[in-house]
């Protein structure tokens, strides 16, 4: 993660509650001054930084996130607020297991200024998107959505902050039916394990 952190903020508060069915066992940033840093130190969690200053190119980065991160055998990733690309090979490692959310309902308004694109547009309604991390930026499959209305008199801040009230229960709810039923993907459509569904939990990978 690299932003303010309010969406890891929102997960590990759930995570206290045994019930919720997932712990995060590491935050990772790429930039030292994230301050999710900071508050996963606050909920006990090991933290990590791999940053792209610290690599000669993209593909060296992308390497050691990999192997940083997979040491710490995640059953899910989830990026939130993470505000880097990453590459081919950490896609393909963790296939089906990494989770992103994007402020916005894809596949409207990709990208990094999804926020701002919508109000240049004139959009009347946006949201959220919980997705899987493809290659490509913003594309993956989608494994939910909630929309929010566009106000009138929204400016940039005032709109995303009323995404990212929404964003953060979203999130909280989607990562934790995927811990606790499990998933599987078809083509473009992510699928919840039913409780009567014999399909492994986690079977997407
Ligand atoms: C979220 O809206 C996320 O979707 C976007 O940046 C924002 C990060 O917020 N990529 P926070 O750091 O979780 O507060």
């Known amino acids: 993660m690299s932003g303010t952190g309010t969406n890891l903020q929102a997960l590990l508060d759930a995570c206290v509650d045994p ?26 969690c090991e933290t990590f930084v791999v940053r792209l ?9 992308d390497r050691a996130l990999s192997v940083t991160v997979g040491a710490y055998a995640p059953d899910l990733i989830v990026f939130a607020g993470f505000m880097k690309i ?39 309604v946006t949201g959220v998107t919980v997705h899987l991390v493809d290659v490509d930026v913003d594309s993956g499959p989608v494994v939910a959505q909630c929309a929010v209305p566009v106000l009138a008199d929204d400016d940039e801040e005032r709109l995303h902050e009323r ?43």
């Not at 069915?21 to 006990?44: K, N, P």
């Not at 200053?53 to 980065?61: I, T």
């Not at 896609?91 to 402020?103: D, Y």
């Open 86 to 124: 990453v590459g081919k090979g950490f896609v393909e490692r963790f296939r089906g297991r990494v989770v992103n959310t994007h402020p916005a309902l894809l596949p409207a308004f990709p990208g990094a200024r999804a926020v701002r694109d919508t109000l240049a547009y004139g959009a009347k």
């Open 53 to 61: 200053s610290d690599h000669p190119d993209r593909a060296a980065w």
């Open 19 to 44: 019930g919720y069915g997932a712990r995060i066992v590491a935050v990772g940033s790429d930039r030292d001054d994230a301050r999710g840093l900071e508050r996963g130190r606050g909920g006990g």
């Open 163 to 205: 995404i990212k009230s929404v964003e953060r229960g979203l999130l909280v709810e989607t990562v934790g039916l995927m811990a606790r039923r499990g998933y599987r993907v078809e083509g473009r459509r992510v699928l919840m394990r039913e409780p009567s569904d014999t399909y492994p939990s986690g079977a997407a990978r």
